[in-house]
């Protein structure tokens, strides 16, 4: 799987938008690049997956470089509940999820 | 639709006990998983199922850890004898199968085990 690298910790008022980066360099051509999310005390939560094109659900937007090296999760309006850890994972389609530290997204009122 | 059950939510245990979680994954998903959070770290996969049979243990500590799934539905994940750096979040997940051209994985909410 390839090996992905995000910032710790982010802050967005709440009411903006909320982009989190993703830098994924060594990432191959079948791996797909999939995002989830833990809030406090739960399981994480599958958000969006994509592997070239960029996606759009009705969680959040993924944009993938044309290079695939690097991609950006963003939360159209961030609410305080989407206060939560955000996991960038790099992955081959249909097998396992290698989750690194995430990012701790902070939402403020 | 239910989602992925898990139990006990808690579980305080001394070292050298042992210790069994439970799940039971959304109906009709095929491939199940254990993972292991410590605190401050993101989930570790420990074993993977497909049905009632084992696609990948690699990273279960197969001295003290053991896991089983009969009859490709309920799972259990057994640790005996505890140590004191087993305490973590166990999570269980499960998704549709294997070799579809996405993972989505849905997780329970988890078991917290505190060894003293």
């Known amino acids: 799987d390839a090996k992905t690298t995000q910032p710790p910790s982010m802050d967005c008022a709440e009411g903006r938008a909320a982009n989190l980066p993703c830098n994924h360099s060594?990432?191959?051509?079948?791996?797909?690049v999939y995002w989830y999310r833990q809030i406090h005390s739960q399981g994480p939560q599958y958000i969006i997956h994509?592997?070239?094109n960029n996606e759009t659900n009705e969680m959040a937007s993924l944009i993938i470089t044309e290079d695939r090296k690097s991609s950006t999760l963003i939360l159209p309006h961030a609410t305080l509940r989407d206060t939560a850890v955000y996991y960038c994972i790099g992955g081959a389609g249909s097998y396992q999820l290698t989750f690194g530290k995430g990012t701790k997204l902070s939402v403020i009122p | 639709e239910a989602g992925v059950a898990q139990s006990p939510r808690y579980k305080i245990i001394e070292k050298r006990q042992s210790v069994a979680f439970w799940c039971n994954p959304i109906s009709g998903h095929a491939t199940l998983y254990w993972y292991q959070q410590i605190l401050g770290q993101g989930p570790k996969l420990l074993i993977q199922?497909?049905?009632?049979?084992?696609?990948?243990d690699s990273q279960l500590p197969k001295d003290r850890f053991s896991a089983e799934r009969l009859k490709g539905v309920d799972s259990t994940l057994k640790i005996q004898p505890a140590k004191l750096e087993d305490s973590a979040v166990y999570l269980c997940?499960?998704?549709?199968?294997?070799?579809?051209?996405?993972?989505?994985?849905?997780f329970g909410p988890g078991t917290r085990l505190t060894v003293l």
């Open positions: 199922f497909q049905n009632n049979g084992v696609v990948d």
């Open positions: 994509g592997l070239k």
């Open positions: 060594t990432i191959s051509g079948n791996e797909y």
């Open positions: 997940a499960s998704s549709y199968a294997a070799g579809t051209s996405y993972n989505e994985q849905f």
